[in-house]
């Protein structure tokens, strides 16, 4: 590889290195939920679905988490669905129990991803979240869904950043089992804080073969950067690396 080439690959990882340095939240959903054992499976459903990702892309958001057995209602149904589902789980406002228990008028409504994603049909991307004596019940806001889930507990709060709250069940909106009009998840509305984030602003340059998971669903087939030229077609931490190493061995001659 030319040096040229070698020059410009360097500058092209720093500054991606820089850039998603600066813009990386101060909070890892996937490493909040891993504090404790209770909450495993839901914490890989978000990573499986994509939904980690884009959480952490974002603030101000609460999440209703659901523990191992609460999840077990998820099992069975279909990546797309599930994905529908949980953004369904992620608030677009930091919510903490003392909020929560003081709700103005004892009952709101709250927009959730699923709302943002564009694919939310008939009110299924806000819920309804009612005041019943001592209890704090969750629901869609479709018409006629039940109120049935229930607050349980707040397991991480970071205000104004990330709040997780435990809800007893999950909230599934009537009509969401069916797939939206269009066959795939459109893309996000490029303006304000997109729900997917794009590899270009959030991750590190090559779009390396990945586990065949990220290229269903939400991840709106994004190109990555096609001329960054072949050296820096590595995965880029061994780029790094190797760079690196081209780099000590060149100063130190
Ligand atoms: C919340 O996020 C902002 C910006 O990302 C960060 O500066 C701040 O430290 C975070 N708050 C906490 C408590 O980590
Ligand atoms: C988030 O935390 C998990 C578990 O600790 C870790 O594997 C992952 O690399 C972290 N993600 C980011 C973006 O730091
Ligand atoms: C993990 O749990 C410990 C003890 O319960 C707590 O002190 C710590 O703040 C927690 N960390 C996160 C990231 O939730
Ligand atoms: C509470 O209810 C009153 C009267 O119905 C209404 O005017 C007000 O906007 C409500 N407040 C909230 C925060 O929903
Ligand atoms: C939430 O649902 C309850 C019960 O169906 C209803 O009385 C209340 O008005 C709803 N709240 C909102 C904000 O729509």
Redesign the pocket.
């Known amino acids: 590889m030319s040096l040229r080439a070698l020059a410009s690959c360097i500058l092209f990882v720093a500054l991606v290195s820089l850039f998603s340095s600066n813009f990386s939240?101060?909070?890892n959903i996937t490493k909040i939920l891993s504090n404790t054992s209770d909450f495993g499976s839901f914490n890989n459903l978000l990573t499986q679905t994509g939904l980690a990702e884009t959480i952490n892309s974002r603030?101000s958001l609460t999440i209703l988490a659901l523990d191992n057995g609460a999840v077990g209602s998820l099992q069975g149904k279909s990546k797309d669905e599930v994905q529908r589902i949980l953004m369904n789980h992620v608030i677009l406002d930091y919510i903490d129990q003392n909020k929560l228990k003081n709700l103005p008028n004892k009952t709101t409504t709250m927009t959730t991803l699923l709302q943002a994603s564009g694919v939310a049909q008939q009110g299924q991307g806000f819920l309804n979240v009612t005041v019943s004596g001592n209890d704090i019940l969750f629901g869609s806001e479709v018409k006629d869904s039940p109120l049935a889930a229930r607050f349980v507990k707040s397991v991480y709060a970071?205000?104004?950043?990330?709040s997780v709250l435990q809800i007893s069940q999950s909230i599934v909106a009537p009509g969401i089992s069916a797939p939206a009009p269009y066959t795939t998840l459109p893309p996000p509305p490029p303006s304000k804080k997109a729900p997917a984030p794009s590899p270009m602003t959030r991750k590190a340059p090559p779009p390396a073969p990945t586990k065949g998971e990220e290229d269903s669903g939400n991840t709106a087939a994004a190109p990555g950067p096609a001329d960054s030229g072949a050296p820096c077609a590595l995965g880029s931490g061994a780029a790094v690396a190797v760079l690196m190493g081209l780099v000590l061995n060149f100063v130190g001659l």
């Open positions: 939240n101060a909070f603030s970071e205000p104004y950043n990330i």
